[in-house]
């Protein structure tokens, strides 16, 4: 079920309460994402997220974009050991030496692809659903998103585990999880 927001009586998915989730709502997720830069941030965010929430990481990401050299695959690919102690100082982040670590390394397997970073993650997106009627129809994984994490392990890539797949194709537009009655159904 959808809620109707009180500051503008619009119906939408009933995760995005505060302002900035509204407008993540309405404006991002859900909406078709490419690019290898692109995708390597969203993957990055989402393996921070891992544990925490979306809104903590939402109210951090331009910290994060610009701890993170604006997630630049090459930029992140060099960083060391002198970069890793400047990031887990920086309190604008969040400070987890493998998540740090892992987004890192990442960078190093996006740079050693021989395809597209693109390319490969949308290989797995699924052909349209039907729009979920309540929150309980949205799963956690899908077969796509457990091949995708199986399929970027076996490349090297870490924190990438079928849960947090299936969120970045949430978040990039693979599939589309806005409930039937949402706004922003339609828009994506």
């Not at 959808?2 to 939408?12: A, F």
């Not at 309460?17 to 709502?25: E, K, V």
């Not at 090459?74 to 990031?87: I, M």
């Not at 970045?168 to 706004?183: E, I, K, P, R, S």
Request: a negative charge; one cysteine or more.
């Amino acid at each position: 079920m959808s809620v109707t927001t009180d500051h503008d009586r619009l119906v939408r998915c009933p995760w995005g309460h505060d302002p900035a989730m509204t407008d993540y709502h309405d404006t991002e997720w859900g909406r078709e994402l490419r690019g290898d830069r692109e995708l390597f941030e969203r993957m990055s965010l989402e393996a921070f997220q891992s544990g925490l929430s979306w809104a903590i990481i939402l109210r951090k990401r331009d910290r994060f974009r610009e701890a993170f050299a604006g997630f630049d695959p090459a930029a992140v690919a060099g960083f060391g050991e002198t970069e890793v102690a400047r990031l887990l100082d920086d309190v604008g982040i969040v400070r987890n030496r493998l998540k740090i670590e892992a987004t890192i390394s990442n960078a190093r397997t996006l740079q050693a692809l021989d395809e597209s970073f693109s390319d490969l993650v949308w290989s797995f997106a699924p052909p349209p659903a039907p729009a979920p009627l309540t929150p309980a129809d949205v799963p956690a994984t899908t077969p796509e998103s457990i091949a995708m994490a199986a399929a970027l392990k076996r490349r090297g890539f870490r924190f990438v585990g079928p849960t947090t797949a299936y969120a970045l194709m949430q978040a990039t537009g693979m599939v589309n999880d806005h409930l039937a009655d949402c706004l922003a159904r339609d828009a994506s």
